[in-house]
């Protein structure tokens, strides 16, 4: 009586099936696009390079807008009466509630936002902003 031998089976298995799927990986890896550099890279590098420089800016104490909250109305002060720009108002949790203004300051260099209809939460603001020739922005986080 012969007894079932498995050991050349799974040796000739081995031998056929591993380098079938190594060859396989190998004709895949090599027909995959490895270009890291995208098609228009300088543009996308330059405007990237713009919005650090105005993130820079923006930091500087003599030119930051200040924020503040009372009474349900959120207040944003601007150093200067000569301001233009827009303003983003996010939630991390609803999109649909986020929402943008463009800079309107009053007499005393302020805006108000009324937020007694708002979601209460954290929101964060992004404001893009110009004084002059030089342009700023800054990001924010408030709790209301």
């Known amino acids: 009586m012969a007894k079932n031998n498995k050991v050349p ?7 056929t099936i591993f380098p079938l799927v190594l060859i396989t990986g190998i004709i895949i890896s090599l027909n995959i696009n490895e270009d890291l550099v995208e098609p228009d890279y300088y543009t996308k590098g330059l405007k990237f390079q713009t919005q650090i420089d105005k993130t820079i800016r923006g930091k500087m104490p003599n030119v930051q807008p200040e924020i503040g909250i009372n009474n349900n109305i959120l207040t944003i002060t601007f150093p200067t009466n000569n301001t233009s720009g827009i303003i983003r108002f996010m939630r991390n949790d609803n999109k649909a509630t986020d929402f943008s203004v463009k800079i309107s300051i009053d007499s005393t260099n302020r805006q108000n936002f009324d937020f007694s209809h708002r979601k209460r939460g954290l929101w964060l603001v992004k404001i893009d902003w110009q004084i002059a020739d030089s342009t700023y922005y800054i990001e924010k986080e408030i709790y209301y």
């Open 9 to 15: 089976l799974f040796l000739i298995l081995m031998f």
